[in-house]
């Protein structure tokens, strides 16, 4: 589903480089929940940034779906993410001016999809991730634990192969934060969407099976746990 292999990579302001990432090697299954662990400046958003193809790396290849990112065009590259890779942001990302509903349906207008069909696709998954209630309202009028179930929804609309969600509790509080992360091992298990979820917080990795740290760069752990802590 996902291999990263022997990825490195150097950030490069006029003469001087900075190393972020050494030989990062791992591979995640479909249908595995992933949580990439490391502290403030341990290189995860530039791993994020690269398996999400937004840079190229120094060194080593990304494939997805058995496809290698990094010799993508741009254009390849736009198409790619659109159809293969759904994202979950902290910040939810969400369009003030549209619905919940006309949210979730956006990627599936770029996709062509007709409105009907967008429509329901849309209205399912807001039901299934508990905002069924909610789908005519503006994305200003839900907590912010609603709205990132929102930007969860939109993530799948498009069926991707896998789910890249940074800090996706970042900004909310400790029991909207428990309540998301259930709904994305749910989503996880019954749906058998792959995730891989960055994060800082201790406490959020330890709820998925595996955990993959990072520590200056070096891929320090890569561990499967017994099973989920609640
Ligand atoms: N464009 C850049 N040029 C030079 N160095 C960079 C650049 N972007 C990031 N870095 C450096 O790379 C290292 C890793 O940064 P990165 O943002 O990937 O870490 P992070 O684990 O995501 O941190 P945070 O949790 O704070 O976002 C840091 O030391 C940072 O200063």
């Given at each position: 589903m996902l291999a990263v292999k022997h990825l490195s990579h150097r950030f490069r302001n006029g003469d001087e480089e900075t190393p972020v990432l050494h030989d990062i090697d791992f591979v995640v299954d479909k249908g595995e929940m992933v949580a990439l662990l490391g502290s403030s400046g341990s290189g995860k958003s530039t791993l994020l940034n690269l398996m999400a193809g937004l840079m190229k790396p120094t060194q080593g290849s990304i494939l997805i779906s058995g496809e290698s990112i990094e010799r993508m065009s741009e254009n390849q590259l736009a198409e790619f993410r659109r159809t293969h890779i759904g994202f979950i942001f902290q910040s939810y990302e969400l369009i003030p001016h549209l619905t919940v509903r006309e949210n979730v349906e956006l990627p599936l207008v770029f996709q062509g999809m007709k409105a009907k069909a967008r429509k329901d696709k849309a209205v399912a998954l807001l039901t299934k991730v508990g905002l069924g209630e909610k789908?005519?309202?503006?994305?200003?009028?839900?907590?912010g634990g609603q709205q990132q179930r929102v930007s969860i929804a939109r993530s799948l609309v498009t069926e991707p192969a896998i789910v890249f969600a940074d800090e996706p509790t970042g900004n909310l509080d400790t029991k909207t934060e428990k309540e998301i992360i259930d709904l994305l091992i749910e989503l996880n298990e019954s749906l058998q969407i792959t995730f891989v979820i960055v994060t800082h917080e201790l406490e959020v990795a330890r709820r998925t099976r595996r955990v993959i740290q990072l520590r200056d760069g070096f891929l320090v752990e890569d561990e499967l746990w017994a099973g989920e802590e609640q």
């Open positions: 789908t005519e309202m503006f994305p200003s009028q839900l907590s």
